[in-house]
């Protein structure tokens, strides 16, 4: 469908602040099936998904 909404949409990344970020993790993962990669080690306030 030409012209539809979205198309040709992407997103390459977000950035959220949490305080709680095992909380954070542990919703994203039960919430939306998200599952951690492995990532350089910055830390205990960083993951991606």
């Known amino acids: 469908m030409a012209g539809a909404?979205?198309?040709g949409v992407s997103l390459n990344?977000?950035?959220i602040e949490s305080s709680d970020?095992?909380?954070l993790t542990k919703f994203y993962k039960e919430m939306?099936?998200?599952e951690?990669?492995?990532t350089p080690n910055f830390g205990d306030n960083?993951?991606?998904i």
Request: charged share 35%; proline share 0%; net charge neutral.
């Open 21 to 23: 970020i095992k909380r």
């Open 36 to 38: 951690e990669v492995e």
């Open 13 to 15: 990344h977000i950035a």
């Open 32 to 34: 939306f099936g998200f």
């Open 5 to 7: 909404v979205g198309e």
């Open 46 to 48: 960083h993951f991606k």
